[in-house]
């Protein structure tokens, strides 16, 4: 049980790397920027709560970029139980990847709402799908400008009451 506060946080590298299973993690009110990955979620953990956060410029050296990074490729690690609410995300243009935030194969019983969410290179807000576990909740975002679709959700998930505009691929 740890809260990480108020802290800003620039340079090379991830903002906010999380490694280990942990669990009951709160960080918010972060200014996170000029980095790689603003938050990353990087093994399996759960009732992480990531709020209020101002996270922009990531992938500023050309690195993937992604604001958060929510579990690892093919469900090789799981988050779940966690929301990410409130969060003011933009400038991911720079990087090779730069989705705003991009959740997983496998991590389940998510919920991402109330985010404001522009100027990704890739899309605003993946979702991939829970590989039969409870579905991630996309709900409440407000995102444009995305640099492809503005939510794109492969599967297991329940996207509702969101706001996209200027979403060059599809909404």
Not at 9 to 24: A, K, R, T, W
Not at 59 to 79: F, I, K, P, Q
């Amino acid at each position: 049980h740890i809260t990480i506060r108020g802290l800003e946080i620039s340079g090379y590298g991830d903002g906010i790397n999380m490694s280990g299973y942990d669990h009951h993690i709160t960080i918010e009110d972060c200014h996170i920027h000029h980095i790689d990955v603003g938050i990353n979620f990087r093994d399996t953990m759960d009732h992480i709560t990531v709020r209020r956060n101002h996270i922009h410029d990531s992938g500023h050296l050309g690195d993937t970029g992604e604001a958060m990074y929510v579990g690892c490729n093919y469900g090789t690690c799981v988050v779940s139980n966690s929301v990410i609410e409130g969060n003011w995300i933009h400038n991911t243009l720079s990087a090779s990847q730069g989705d705003g935030i991009e959740v997983k194969e496998g991590s389940h019983s998510n919920i991402v709402r109330d985010n404001v969410i522009y100027d990704t290179h890739y899309p605003c807000i993946l979702v991939y799908g829970t590989a039969g576990q409870p579905r991630n909740i996309v709900e409440g975002n407000v995102v444009w400008k995305c640099g492809d679709s503005g939510i794109q959700a492969a599967a297991d998930a329940i996207v509702r009451n969101n706001i996209i505009l200027e979403s060059p691929e599809n909404g």
